[in-house]
């Protein structure tokens, strides 16, 4: 553990870091929301048990037998939103961003998805200025980007406590096709508005850090055009694609760039008690910063560390604390069986359709920015010959 201030510390040690993450919503909540004031401490305390339920309810309907369902869709959208490409020179990362978008607002809103990715975007443009800045007004300053956040922030509860009211006032409960009938079927009810606050959590979550997860796979295909082949002769021939079962090449590409790439490189969470962790004592409101990142580099744990090997999943097992792409304990990711699949379908699927030709993927280079992703990477998604 180290610190640079009075009030944050850094953990780089799994033993640590698992405490700290199977500890949170007792000893620890997690990080602050924007704007959140001087009784965010209380409040996101006070947020625990209703988010908790939640999860409960969501987290059969994002399991792996669940996730199976949309497999076709998931391989139906990324042939879409590449085709549109059209072999043409692109910023992967907003493709990329645009897939998840889609693919997530399906899984949560089925027909009804229209307009959501959409807005997912304007989300994501508004708070990009909020993960690089230095410093963060308060909420009432006028300034442009608080604006531009608090007016998309108001047109997205808008939207969605309108899909939710109207699903609600369908005549007939039907079989659950999307999260959202799911949430409307629970036991006890779900208010309209907590039903709305954990679709949003669901969208969020499923956006922009899996687009940053593909978009450091295609940095690592690009760079190495044998391992693309190997994926494609995985995949089979472009007409059909193998059962997400048959992919264990392309999921331990996807195993291993979260290892070296994890999206969410590092997370906050803040103390709620007094608390003791290894020989520091912290008070309520200090921060812990947990970083994967630099635990998945760390040469106690992962033999050749900074080495891009997929074949050290043949017989990886990784300890408690040492792999954590998707965090651990109480607030592991609600998505991460969904990530999987969809990743590990389209690892497959780009290696199968494409040649990558992306000059700048070596340079691009993973940026601290939000999520961690290669910065600035530009790709041409050429269609491989049908038959070769
Ligand atoms: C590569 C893909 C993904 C990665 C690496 C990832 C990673 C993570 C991590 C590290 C956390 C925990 C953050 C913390 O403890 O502070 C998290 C939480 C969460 N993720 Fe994911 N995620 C991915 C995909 C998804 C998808 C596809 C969904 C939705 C379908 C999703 C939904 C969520 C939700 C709702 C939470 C909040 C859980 C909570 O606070 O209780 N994630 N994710």
Redesign the pocket.
């Known amino acids: 553990m180290f610190s640079f201030d009075d009030r944050v510390v850094f953990t780089i040690d799994p033993r640590l870091t698992h405490q700290v993450?199977t500890a949170?919503n007792h000893d620890y909540v997690?990080?602050l929301a924007p704007f959140a004031g001087s009784s965010a401490l209380h409040a996101a305390g006070e947020m625990i048990g209703p988010?908790?339920r939640a999860?409960r309810v969501?987290r059969p309907a994002?399991g792996d037998a669940a996730a199976s369902g949309l497999d076709g869709r998931i391989v139906a959208i990324l042939d879409a939103v590449l085709d549109r490409t059209a072999g043409r020179d692109v910023d992967v990362l907003p493709v990329m961003l645009d897939f998840?978008g889609q693919?997530?607002a399906e899984?949560?809103l089925g027909e009804d998805a229209a307009g959501i990715p959409e807005l997912l975007a304007a989300n994501h443009a508004a708070l990009l200025p909020f993960e690089d800045a230095d410093y963060q007004l308060p909420a009432w300053v006028p300034s442009p980007r608080n604006r531009r956040f608090v007016r998309v922030h108001r047109r997205t509860v808008e939207t969605l406590t309108r899909l939710v009211s109207a699903r609600r006032a369908e005549p007939t409960r039907r079989p659950h096709r999307d999260l959202l009938d799911v949430l409307l079927s629970a036991h006890p009810a779900m208010t309209d508005k907590s039903v709305t606050s954990t679709l949003w959590?669901?969208?969020?979550?499923?956006h922009g850090?899996?687009a940053?997860?593909?978009t450091s796979i295609v940095r690592e295909l690009a760079i190495r055009p044998r391992l693309a082949s190997d994926l494609a002769a995985e995949a089979g021939p472009p007409a059909g694609t193998e059962p997400y079962a048959r992919l264990p090449l392309a999921e331990a590409v996807?195993k291993e760039t979260?290892r070296l790439s994890?999206?969410?490189w590092m997370?906050?969470?803040v103390a709620c008690t007094a608390v003791t962790l290894g020989e520091w004592r912290l008070r309520p409101g200090d921060e812990v910063l947990c970083t994967?990142y630099l635990i998945h580099r760390d040469p106690r744990w992962w033999s050749q560390p900074d080495v891009f090997d997929p074949a050290r999943w043949e017989t990886a097992r990784p300890a408690p604390g040492t792999y954590?792409?998707?965090?651990?304990?109480?607030?592991?990711?609600?998505?991460?069986a969904?990530?999987?699949r969809?990743?590990t379908l389209a690892t497959s699927r780009i290696a199968q359709r494409f040649h990558l030709h992306a000059p700048n993927a070596v340079a691009a280079e993973p940026a601290f920015c939000g999520r961690l992703a290669p910065a600035g990477l530009r790709a041409e998604f050429r269609s491989v010959p049908f038959g070769l």
Request: proline fraction near 10%; glycine fraction near 10%.
């Open positions: 993450l949170t997690t990080e988010w908790m999860r969501v994002l998840a693919a997530v899984l949560c959590s669901v969208l969020v979550g499923g850090i899996p940053a997860a593909l996807v979260l994890p999206p969410a997370m906050t969470r994967p954590l792409p998707f965090g651990s304990g109480s607030r592991y990711c609600l998505g991460a969904v990530a999987m969809q990743l």
